[in-house]
């Protein structure tokens, strides 16, 4: 990519059905950017998610409320001017509302950047500011970790992360390690739905992982740098629950090309991601 000037050799494409797994009320909703301006794009298909009744099993879920604070740690984000421009990949079982991040505690993340080009971590870091900016959820950087990417993560570690939930993994990986990364595939992200018992769902961990063979170029140029940030940034929107939209206008369109930083309906979308409730029963 050295010496580019134009848009990086890859697109959004398609924004996978959500992978359910056996936790009550645990929803991953993946997308996926190719790395081939040939793929025709695929508009996203989300199920509905799965809410639970009565308590969960203590013996898979942290204490409840741990870093919980009295109120939002941050200011609330305005949504801006204008409507539209954005879509949710989940909503609150039979509403039209997000399911969001509690901004009443910290949005904890963790980057693994054991495969990463020189200078992935800062960049990463930056674009995690600029959502947060974006949405007014904490986000808060707890270090390196050695986790590996996976497509079966579970949403509480204990062991190596402590009994609270698991931090949002930000990994770099490659397509032998991370079978999703596949064929022209260069990142993943979504989040973790749980319900609190009472049909109340909220997101309590995330992931996104990262290409390092296609986008490792793109680290060459400033240009390039630009690019890279604004996939990371696309598919941070994801763990914040955005899904694709149409509008090419926008960071978040399913068929995205050259944009780099955030749209106003990519704003007015975000800014609502980081107006959740306090969830102290999670």
Known sequence: MAGSTGPPPWRQATLAAPRRRKHAGQVVAVGILAACLGIPAVLPRVLPPTATSGSLDATEVPPPGVGEAQGRLLPRVPSGPGTGGYAFTQTQPGTQNAVTYDPCRPLRYAINSEQAPPGAVALVRRAVARVREATGLAFEYVGPTD??????????????YGKQWAPVLIAWSNPEQTPGLAGRVAGLGGSTAWSDGRGQMAYVSGTVTLDTPALAAGFDTPT???HVEALVMHELGHVVGLAHVHDP????HDDNIGRTDFGEG?????????HGRCQPDL
């Open 147 to 160: 986790e590996p990417a996976g497509p079966d993560r579970e949403a509480y570690q204990p062991v190596r």
């Open 249 to 252: 206008t926008q960071l978040m």
């Open 224 to 226: 390039g740098r630009q």
């Open 266 to 274: 990519d704003r007015r979308g975000l800014a609502r991601a980081g």
